[in-house]
């Protein structure tokens, strides 16, 4: 294969190589021991030494060399496995470039052709393989090659697909492409000979919506904050908008986001996204949502097939998912029909004989010594054949826990039973109507015998309407764990609970203390938390919890969640349904941040103005109703309704997800719309909603109306109101037909909403506390924050590092070293004589201004920072540069090689430059400077009342002269700067001479006036400092009024730099700079 050139200093130490062909620019070599006969000793000789002395050759035995005649360099540009690689590589070397070459005059030249030519390649190669993943390479190959010219954008900026349409200008329609990107969607349109083109970063897309005008089809609008685009005439919108949605989607996951959201391993790597990734991942997405499964499971087969339901004495059509864990099926109708296999509850799966009548079967068996049989499955063999090799996998893995849990058992043993003594199934002391429990669980073991028990029973329609009655308070801890499966984790998990209340007790957190303190306020009504049983049961939930997921930790609304699953659970059994509630049946939800209760607060507020128009209408501000289901959504209704009413829709959430709370809530506005139609304000609202529900499910049942009655086969009872809600949710389908491929796309969606909103107000938040404190204006000031963030976010392990002792957003925004640095060398406003020197200016930079000493500078220090090169006067500027050049941003282990750390400069006589006899004239006399000198010391020492700076001693003054000279490198004033400085220079050195002299010997070494002058600045400045009397130094306030004397230097420091321009540089840098660190980190990865 093609690689990027690399140099080879010895290529051939050691005699590790063998040519095989060569001519004037080329060498084929083998590697020595490779088909020889002694391979086997020389090999093993030599691949000792390549790991010692040659890194390429641990490659490939053969490889190809450009060498250029005369030079002792060489470049590998080929390598390859069998020598048939290589050789069709080096006849294309031989009759496309070789004579080319021989007309090269400058071997310089050589070198350059052949690297373009080869890198050329490489990326025709990577085209090469862009396009066979795609369903036709010819033309996704076409396609790559336009978006390349057309954009220009890094190499590295992976298409993913494309699409013709049509992009509206005003009222005027523009036939073109639109190009999909990692991080860009970007469209060409060349009309008539007119040119269209523009480029939009995923990262400033605000919002996407499907819209429908009278002058178009139906359209895509994507918003960003400057403007919005429609694109229409999609031959598939709805395909178009899925992909631009998730791209947007994960781009904005990737970039903006630093907690709380997971991404998929996939995902993590852009350049292995295609349009078929996506595809899969969409599938993925919506598999976990419907079986609320864990969010690790990796999607393998999909596949249509039919399922033997003995309910309905027939096979049921639909669609079997398998992941690493599970067997899932759902019918084609979403809800009509679902089956979860878990795979540890497998014995066999087994192919069984086809007939005309049962095509393709397969049986699978599981320990309650039952079967299921699908049927119709396409590719069967492979199917079974990849479904055996999980299970034996998963089998081998039982068996060695089994073994090392029985090897334990004495000791496991003895904790259970302890917490089994602690184990308290806590019962509902409420009056309850016990003829009406007893027909409930007559009616759910009626269909335990027709549908199954367990985690792998049929879930039909008619368990629905089961789980809206209210499950049986004796069955309800059982039918939670099955329905959420939490029963797999906790038998694929024996001991872990235990464990993890053994190491989270007795360790103290800001996250414990939060627990502390809302144990009391769980449920403070209820008898079971009103002992220190109940608390004491609750804490070791929350704090294991905690301690096992601290990206979580705790938030609030757990505690009640917690306290409820305590009411009908065993200890053990309600961790493990805290587990699934928050990992995988309300991902995003329970972070700092809440970024899933967000997304779904958007989304229920589009599902009201599409299901509730009216109501929408009436009241086209949802803010107010959205943060009032806020709650609602946190702890599924828990904290708004009456308990018993609340723990029914707790069930149908076991059952539904969070389709369950978004149908309910939908009912309960429906229910209120003319009343909250009429309210006049939020507060109105908020009381209806609240009066609403306290009044819902009242133990009276005399208010409930009689044609809520409901009478069954075994007996007649009442239902509360918010249980008839729920059984028009299902029944009368009012919004029954909500499904969880709708809101899973909806999510995807509104989440670029939400995230932008929320980087919106990160933003200003940061802005307002930073801009009091500096001179910046405003508008450079929010450019340097997205500079800031950028560069935050593609390095993204600075927010680690968090204090809990911070704000938020002074955690959240905080760069590492490599980052500062990075964005240092953008907007340093003076240029660097050498990358060296700058690299080692940046680094002092970011020890200075990490004040708190824990590797990170703070957004409000950066700003800081800058505000004093671009606003602050000439004293300010030099203050800092001075400080650079002492403890602590200058240390005695700095690594500078340079020679300037043992001074070749005289310290006992001027440093005389050599002056045109125009120019001597016109150099003062050093008595007049010093004379100078003192007057501005005594101006300056009046304004400045900071604390006093250290002295500086002469290595650090030559590491400040050092700075000095490589800051006038390139400037059109360069030869002025350097003899003023030079001439500063030589000042200073003879006052730290002469204050030098005057500490060792107490001697008059200079004229009266020099000695005063010394003495005197530097009395003043050191404030006591205590440095060694024996030690040459010198003060900022000297090295200050030295520089002022020369006018070239003043007008060099108080110059004002453009600042607009430079940021506007500094994001075309940053850009490319990204660009190349995504492609780094992917190699990585």
Known sequence: MWLNPEEVLLKNALKLWVTERSNDFFLLQRRRGHGEPTSRITGLLVGALDTVLDSNARVTPFRILLQVPGSQISWVIASGAVIEEVNKHWDWLVHNLLHSLSVFENKEDVTSFVKGKVKGLIAEEVRGRQAAQEDDPEKFREALLKFELHFGLPSSEKLVTYFSCCCWKGRVPRQGFLYLSINHMAFYSFLLGKEVKFVIPWAEVTRLERVSTGLMTEAIRVNTRQRQREFSMFLNLDEAFGVVGQLADIALRRLLDSEGLELDRVLQQP?????????????????????RLPRGEKLYEVASCSVWTPHARCHTAGSLYTTDSYLCFSSREEGNCILLIPLSEVLSIEKAETTSLLPNPVIVSIRTKKAFQLIELQDRDELVESLNSRLRSMQWKQSMFRSRKDSKRSVVSVMLSSFNKRQTKFSVCQIINISAEKAKE????????????????????????????????????????????????????????????QKSMGHSSLTTEEIERDLHRSLPDHPAFQNPTGIAALRRVLTAYAHRNPKIGYCQSMNILASV??????????????????ERMLPDYFNRRVIGAQVDQSVFEELIRERLPELAEQVPDLSALSSVSLSWFLTLFLSVLPFQSAVCVVDCFFFHGIKAIFQLGLAVLDANAAQLSASTDDGQALMILTSFLDQVGGEDSSSVPSFFIIHGPHVAFAFSFIIFLVICVFLCQKFGDLTVRQIERLRCRHRIRVLQAHEDTTK????????PDVSISPENLAHVYDLFKVSRNYRPSAWRYGDSGRSYVERQYRLDRPQFK???GLLVPWPGGSNQHTDTLANRTFTLLDQDRDNLVTFREFASWLDTLYCEELNEKIRLLYRLHIPPALTESEDDPSLMKSPLLSTNRPLYVNLSSGDEDEVKDYQEQLKQMLQDLVKEKEKDVEKPLPLMNQREFIQFCKTLYSMFHGDPEENDLFQAIATVTSLVLQIGEAGHRGQTSGSEVIGQEKAKAAASAQAEDTGGDGSSESEWTVSYAQILASLLT?????????????????????????????AGLLTLQQGTS
């Open 1046 to 1074: 020369e006018q070239a230097l003043v007008n060099f420091f108080e110059k004002p730099v453009d600042l607009t321009a430079k940021i506007a540089e500094a994001k075309e840098s940053q850009y490319h700079q990204r």
């Open 764 to 771: 200003e938040n940061a802005l307002r506390l930073v801009t």
């Open 442 to 501: 007559r009616l759910w073991e009626d269909h335990f015998t027709e549908f199954g028990r367990g985690v792998h029973m049929f879930r039909t329609e008619k368990i629905q309407r089961l789980v809206a009655m209210g499950i049986p308070e004796s069955l309800r801890g059982e039918l939670w764990m099955t329905l959420s499966d939490a029963s797999s984790e906790l038998e694929s998990h024996q001991g872990y609970y235990t464990g993890l209340v």
């Open 565 to 582: 699953l305590l009411l009908y659970a065993k200890e053990e059994e309600a961790f493990w349904l805290l587990v699934a509630v928050c």
């Open 822 to 824: 990075s964005l240092y």
């Open 271 to 291: 350049t292995r996204i295609t349009k078929r990734i996506l595809e899969e991942q969409a599938i993925r997405e919506y598999v976990l949502a419907l079986f």
